[in-house]
């Protein structure tokens, strides 16, 4: 007996998909195989329709997600089956399979949106401390490290996507002004400040880049000998998980995007202005931006809980 339910061929992009989770968000494997069920089931919803996910419009999507609800699936699921077909429809577009996001216009419950993971500014800087305990027993190490240092350096700096990251051109880089400029999801470029370590950080490795007879007439900010000619997330990941364990960091609570998450939370607790770290983290919709203050709220209601004299005084 044959089954009905499409086979990866009907999603051609599903493993691709499923390979960025993983490499630029650090998912595990059991949220990359709920990922998979729940693309499979809409590709199945849809199939019987005569439909596919890949060109599927809004209103295919809010029958399914009306579909789900009349079957009564539980809120968890509902939440993860919507978070599912956002990363699905954003990965699309990011990677100009689709030219536009039926996504985009539908409204996540305030109760399913979920809070960004955190990584502490103490944390943050053991990652950071850890470029400067890398090797340097010969030229290649050397290399290795001058570029571990300044991705680091620039991403924990910018917040920038790693996509932005790992495909920056050389001509992206204005030395002079100490700024980068990013060339964000539909073509928006915004500019974004460089502090003194990335400045740093990033001189070195232009002079390291540019002594290497290849990588000095590549147009990437940081080149590889790969087809796509710059450094990969999943190449970059590996990189994040090595550090993390130098650092003495659990390695599966890091990733690219958790750094862009510290990036936010850290300026935002110090007092940066929320606009302004829209406009620098490349959000459309400020609302996006303000998760990142209910993170901090949480956070601070968490210390008091914990640290406060009188928290665990029992009130006769």
């Known amino acids: ?36 069920r729940d693309l499979l089931d809409f590709q199945t919803y849809l199939v019987e329709k005569g439909a596919s996910a890949e060109n599927a419009g809004e209103d295919d999507l809010s029958e399914f997600l009306n579909h789900l609800s009349e079957k009564g699936l539980a809120a968890g699921s509902m939440a993860r089956k919507f978070s599912s077909l956002v990363g699905y429809y954003r990965f699309l577009v990011t990677e100009n399979l689709r ?11 305030k109760t399913m949106r979920p809070l960004p993971k955190l990584l502490s500014e103490e944390d943050t800087g053991k990652l950071l401390e850890a470029t400067q305990l890398l090797p340097e027993k010969n030229p290649s190490d050397s290399y290795a490290k001058c570029r571990t240092i300044c991705l680091l350096e620039i991403l924990y700096a910018t917040g920038m996507r790693v996509s932005e990251m790992i495909s920056l051109k050389r001509s992206q880089v204005r030395e002079m002004q100490r700024f980068i400029a990013i060339s964000g999801k539909g073509g928006k470029e915004r500019l974004v400040p460089l502090n003194d370590p990335a400045m740093e950080a990033l001189t070195q490795w232009m002079r390291q880049r540019d002594e290497d007879s290849k990588d000095r007439h590549s147009p990437f900010l940081f ?42 939370t850290h300026l935002l607790s110090h007092g940066a202005d929320l606009r302004a770290v829209q406009k620098m983290l490349g959000h459309a919709d400020i609302s996006t931006t303000q998760i990142y203050t209910h993170v901090l709220q949480e956070r601070t209601q968490r210390l008091v809980r914990e640290k406060h004299p009188l928290a665990n005084k029992k009130i006769d």
């Open 1 to 36: 007996m044959t089954s009905d339910k499409p086979k990866l061929k009907d999603m051609p992009n599903l493993d691709l998909f499923l390979e960025m989770q993983s490499a630029e968000r650090g998912a595990s494997k059991n949220t990359l195989s709920a990922y998979r």
């Open 223 to 264: 080149p590889s000998r790969g087809k796509v000619g710059h450094l990969t997330r999943q190449r970059f990941a590996q990189i994040l998980d090595d550090l993390a364990v130098k650092a003495g960091l659990d390695k599966t609570k890091i990733s690219p995007h958790v750094l862009r998450h510290a990036f936010a």
């Open 99 to 109: 030219s536009d996001n039926p996504m985009q216009s539908m409204k996540r419950p």
